[in-house]
């Protein structure tokens, strides 16, 4: 126990040491240029992750979900605005991007294991993982659509009936947000059958 506690010892007082060889000017500076290097790989990382290339790079979701969002008004429609994959599932607001990064890092545990790695196996989970999604954007507010979609901005005099009243009394009041409305707006829903309050 003594010589442990010599060793700690040793190292603290090593660590107090004043440096002989290097000015306090020199450390800090070389701090700060660490840590401008250590921030600007991080954001470049966080950035790289952030593009629809990145997402599809794995064939689960290039070969499953991409497909079919290929076929929606999110991908093609005649104002060309395209909705990509960190659009929707990605906060823009960074303290919320960086807990959005946290909970997805449970998907590379899924991509090592190959929980999802057929079609057959996505299907399998896909309810579960729409769950998850779908509990996601309810708890926050469906903050991902509310970046695109502003219920000020909308016109209700051109959208349908139906559409017109269920986002002026829902939408606007705050009752409902949008993923209770709009699952499989992007991508085919899962076999719904046995879930609660689905019609």
């Known amino acids: 126990m003594t010589k442990l506690m010599n060793l700690v010892r ?3 007082g090593t660590m107090r040491r004043p440096s002989v060889h290097l000015s306090l000017g020199f450390l800090s500076i070389g701090g700060f240029v660490a840590g401008v290097i250590f921030w600007g790989g991080f954001n470049t990382a966080l950035e790289f992750t952030n593009t629809e290339s990145f997402c599809i790079s794995c064939h689960e979701m ?3 979900v991409y497909q079919e969002l290929r076929t929606t008004v ?3 429609n005649q104002s060309g605005v395209r909705a990509t ?3 929707c599932h990605v906060p823009h607001d960074w303290t919320d ?3 959005r990064k946290m909970q997805a890092s449970k998907e590379v545990w899924g991509k090592i294991f190959g929980t999802i790695n057929t079609r057959e196996k996505f299907l ?3 309810l579960e993982l729409a769950k998850h999604e779908w509990s ?3 708890s926050n507010d469906s903050l991902e659509c509310r970046n695109c979609h502003s219920a000020e901005s909308m016109d209700f005099s051109i959208q349908s009936p139906r559409a017109a009243e269920a986002h002026s009394t829902f939408l606007v009041t705050g009752e409902k947000t ?3 409305c709009h699952k499989g707006i992007a991508h085919t829903l899962p076999n719904m059958a046995g879930v609660k309050g689905w019609n």
């Open 178 to 180: 949008c993923i209770d």
């Open 124 to 126: 399998e989970k896909r």
């Open 136 to 138: 996601r954007l309810k």
């Open 62 to 64: 290039e070969n499953n």
């Open 74 to 76: 999110h991908f093609t």
């Open 10 to 12: 040793n190292f603290w």
């Open 97 to 99: 991007k960086i807990a």
């Open 85 to 87: 994959c960190p659009d």
